[in-house]
C-alpha cells in the first residue's frame, strides 16, 4: 500500500511542485514484551526537484469515522508506542526520480501488559536551501504523509458490540453507518458482510463490511454504501430489511438489523 503526496512547497524565492510517494501506509507488528524489530519504509521522490524529508515518530488516534488524528493526539497515552521507536535518518534530501529508506527500530519494554499498542512516523516534506535557519523559518509544508504502525502485544479478551445502525444519504448515495465500541484493550480490524433484503425475505444485494481499524478502548462509526448509482445497480423502490454482520475475533459474529426506504 502506498500514497502519493502532490503538493506545492512555498519557500522565499521559490515555489516548486512535490510528488513523493511513501510505501507502506500501514505496518502492523505482532511482538512480545522485551522484543526488538528494524522496519523499512520506502520514499521515493516522483518529481523534477531535490525534496527535503523528515521523518518524526508520532502519536496518533482515529476520529469518530475513522480518519487519522496528529493534532491534538494525546501523547504518550496508555496504547502509545510512540517511545519505543528511533527513527533514521530524520531528515534527508532525495534527488528527483530517486528513492530512499526510512528504518524504524522497535523495541518493546520488559513488563508491558497485553493490548493493542500504536504509533506512526509522519513524514514531512520541503523544498532543499542551502541555509537551515532560513528553511526551518520560511518554508511552509503544506502537506504530510504518515506510516500508521500496529504493535499487538498478546492476545487480550475481545470485548466489543454493536451499539447502533443508521442511514446516511451522502449525494447520490446511501451508506449505513455501524456504530461500534470496543470496551477491550485489543486491537482488530473489521469484516464481515451487509445483506439488503425485500419484503418477501429474498437477499436483493450483498456488500462486504470495509477492512478498518478498530482500537482498544474506544468506539467509531463504520460507513458501509449499499446503494452508489455509479458503481452498483439501481435498487427498486420499496422498504428494505438492512442486516449487517461484523467479525471482530468474537466467538459470534455482531449482528445488527434496521430497515431502509428506497425512494423514487
Known sequence: MAAIAALLVHAPSASAQVSVEVSPLRVE???????STTQSITVANAGKDPVRVRAIATDWDLSRDGAPQFEGAVEGGPY???????VAPPEQVIEPTRETTVRFSLTVPTGIQPGGYRTGVLFEFGPVTSAPAARGRDVTFKSRIATLIYVSIGQ???SAELTDLGVRNVGPQTQIIATMKN???RYVRTRGTL???DQGGRSVREVPVPDVPF???????IAITVIDPEKQPPVAPGEYK???RI???????LVGETTLKVLR
Open 247 to 253: 467479525d471482530v475475533g468474537l466467538p459470534a459474529l
Open 215 to 221: 482500537l482498544p478502548e474506544s468506539e467509531r462509526e
Open 242 to 244: 438492512v442486516e449487517v
Open 195 to 197: 445483506v439488503l433484503y
Open 183 to 185: 470496551s477491550s484493550r
Open 29 to 35: 507488528l505482532t511482538a512480545g514484551p522485551g522484543s
Open 80 to 86: 502509545s508506542a510512540t517511545s519505543w521507536i528511533r
Open 156 to 158: 487480550p479478551v475481545m
